[in-house]
């Protein structure tokens, strides 16, 4: 089976940071993303990264503040998150694909990023 988990959420003063993970057990994947979900909004890119880490799209409200990463040999993809604002608030999402153009088929519980004022 397929399991991807995320991890590294929690409280934070805006401007601050935090690092999210996403660890996939059972399998490689070509491509990984990170998607965000706010209380009462649908949910919403944030950044995707293929395998080989040479190729990286980010969502317009996240460039310059967000980095994605991941780490083959641990098969975990990561979220640095830097100068973090109160509507970065959300339930954040692990996803992964096994190619580039494929879509997102598996999923993450999510973990949770709060971001007072």
């Known amino acids: 089976q397929v399991q991807l988990v995320e991890s590294g959420g929690g409280l934070v003063q805006a401007g601050g940071s935090l690092r999210l993970s996403c660890v996939a057990s059972?399998?490689?994947?070509?491509?990984y993303g990170w998607f965000r979900q706010a209380p009462g909004k649908e949910r919403e890119f944030v950044a995707r990264?293929?395998?080989?880490?040479?190729?990286?799209i980010y969502a317009d409200s996240v460039k310059g503040r967000f980095t994605i990463s991941r780490d083959n040999g641990k098969n975990t993809m990561y979220l640095q998150m830097n100068s973090l604002k109160p509507e970065d608030t959300a339930v954040y999402y692990c996803?992964?694909?096994?190619?580039?153009?494929?879509?997102?088929?598996?999923w993450g519980q999510g973990t949770q990023v709060t971001v007072s004022a």
């Open positions: 996803a992964a694909a096994m190619s580039t153009a494929g879509s997102y088929d598996y």
């Open positions: 059972g399998r490689t994947f070509t491509k």
């Open positions: 990264i293929s395998w080989r880490g040479d190729s990286m």
